[in-house]
T-cell receptor
Framework: NAGVTQTPKFRILKIGQSMTLQCTQDMNHNYMYWYRQDPGMGLKLIYY???????DKGEVPNGYNVSRSTTEDFPLRLELAAPSQTSVYFC?????????????FGPGTRLTVL | QKEVEQNSGPLSVPEGAIASLNCTYS??????FFWYRQYSGKSPELIMF????GDKEDGRFTAQLNKASQYVSLLIRDSQPSDSATYLC?????????FGQGTRLTINP
């Protein structure tokens, strides 16, 4: 199993550009998450999904959008990129259930907005 | 706002000693507690999880949970230079985890 994969690994955007960060998992997990991590900080939840067709906002959703059309894929869309979105983005997945379970992380995407 | 607090460090420990990492949380309804290790430039990886009050041991690692005091800790025995990393505490409730800012640990040979 590849686990959680993310593309691209690195990206530089100009202010106002848009892009999609891809995330795929092959563990048949119901739950998927997007986080951002700023230097020296912990992880901030952007959006999450508990199953195909279901998404919900996290702590810092402004400037981002998500969709979940399949169990495997959970892309994150950045519209009108701003310097404040410079960060490392991690996707994670979890089996889900009544008690929050272990999350497995992808390798991350390092995004710079200039 | 549910919060998870950690001392950001850096925490410096001699090789072979015990490293003690601490975490407090604000939501009394939290149900699950995790410690992740993150090497520089890498993604977080799970070290341990604990759901019940008391201690849980796995090799050189021991997680301790005190729900009454809303306190979670991680002890690393016989610390090795390879343990040098940032340790993230995460607390689970309502389908999500809330992460602390992490404690940077350095093991000195």
């Amino acid at each position: 199993n590849a686990g959680v994969t993310q593309t691209p690994k690195f990206r530089i955007l100009k202010i106002g550009q848009s892009m999609t960060l891809q995330c795929t998992q092959d563990m048949n997990h119901n739950y998927m998450y997007w986080y951002r991590q700023d230097p020296g900080m912990g992880l901030k939840l952007i959006y999450y999904s508990v199953g195909a067709g279901i998404t919900d906002k996290g702590e810092v959703p402004n400037g981002y959008n998500v969709s979940r059309s399949t169990t495997e894929d959970f892309p994150l869309r950045l519209e009108l990129a701003a310097p404040s979105q410079t960060s490392v983005y991690f996707c994670a997945s979890s089996p889900g259930g009544p008690v929050p379970d272990t999350q497995y992380f992808g390798p991350g995407t390092r995004l710079t907005v200039l | 706002q549910k919060e998870v607090e950690q001392n950001s460090g850096p925490l410096s420990v001699p090789e072979g000693a015990i490293a003690s990492l601490n975490c407090t949380y604000s939501d009394r309804g939290s149900q699950s507690f995790f410690w992740y290790r993150q090497y520089s430039g890498k993604s977080p990886e799970l070290i341990m999880f604990i759901y019940s009050n008391g201690d849980k041991e796995d090799g050189r690692f021991t997680a301790q949970l005190n729900k009454a005091s809303q306190y979670v800790s991680l002890l690393i025995r016989d610390s090795q230079p390879s343990d040098s990393a940032t340790y993230l505490c995460a607390v689970g409730g309502a389908q999500k985890l809330v992460f602390g800012q992490g404690t940077r640990l350095t093991i000195n040979p």
